[in-house]
């Protein structure tokens, strides 16, 4: 059973507009929040993340939210580039061990 | 930087085979990782290990063993190949120390075709 679900298999947007992918969580030990990027046939690289103890950090044009009642994330990008075209995997971890819990991800396109 | 290589990119093998795929991390990793992705699926946890000679088996460790003699390198086995494990497989590894921001450092993956 997935712990981690992406229910947004796609998203498409339009240059310079904002993409939001959303991400939520089943376990309540997760403390740990991260998103990955990934190319087609390239190995996932670390986006940005967020600790349970914050409820917003931010890199650059990248945002990550998080709202613990909802067990809910989200990953806000503004504005989208063309090379933001990509998988976008959220993934979450307990501090107790080192396992990361992937969701399934999210495709996203942006239209030039 | 750190850098976590695979032996190989693309890989086609028979059905009944045995299939070693390598993986080595520079950067004195404690963790190593070893995931498949399948489209809709995510990534799914195999097996990892947090030192050598340690293992424990992930989500999906059925038909799947691994090795760690050194701490660098982490090796994925399929004892007999069958065609559902035609696959990505992905490498990762991690510090055992958490600093304020951690992360799981991946390879390119290895692309796996059993036919």
């Known amino acids: 059973d997935q712990q981690v679900k992406q229910n947004s298999p796609s998203l498409s947007v339009q240059e310079g507009r904002i993409s939001i992918l959303n991400c939520d969580y089943t376990?309540?030990?997760?403390?740990?929040f991260l998103w990955y990027k990934k190319y087609p046939a390239e190995g996932p690289t670390f986006l940005i993340s967020?600790?349970?103890?914050?409820d917003k950090n931010e890199d650059g044009r990248f945002t990550v939210f998080l709202n613990k009642s909802a067990k809910h994330l989200s990953l806000h990008i503004v504005p989208s580039q063309p090379g933001d075209s990509a998988v976008y995997f959220c993934?979450?971890?307990?501090?107790?061990?080192?396992?990361?819990?992937f969701g399934a991800g999210t495709t996203v396109t942006v239209r030039a | 930087d750190v850098k976590v290589t695979q032996s190989s990119r693309y890989l086609v093998k028979r059905t009944g085979e045995k299939v070693f795929l390598e993986c080595v991390q520079d950067?004195?990793?404690?963790?190593m990782f070893w995931y498949r992705q399948d489209p809709g699926l995510g990534l799914r946890l195999i097996y990892f290990?947090?030192?050598?000679?340690?293992?424990e088996k992930g989500d999906i460790p059925e038909g799947y063993s691994v090795s760690r003699e050194k701490k660098e390198r982490f090796s994925l086995i399929l004892e007999s190949a069958s065609t559902n494990q035609t696959s990505m497989y992905l490498c990762?590894?991690?510090?055992?120390?958490?600093?304020?921001?951690?992360?799981?450092?991946f390879g390119p993956g290895t692309r796996l075709t059993v036919t």
């Open positions: 990762a590894s991690s510090p055992s120390q958490r600093g304020p921001s951690y992360e799981q450092y």
């Open positions: 376990n309540s030990m997760f403390d740990y």
């Open positions: 967020i600790s349970s103890i914050k």
């Open positions: 993934a979450a971890e307990s501090s107790n061990d080192y396992k990361l819990s």
């Open positions: 950067m004195d990793h404690e963790n």
């Open positions: 290990s947090y030192d050598v000679k340690m293992k």
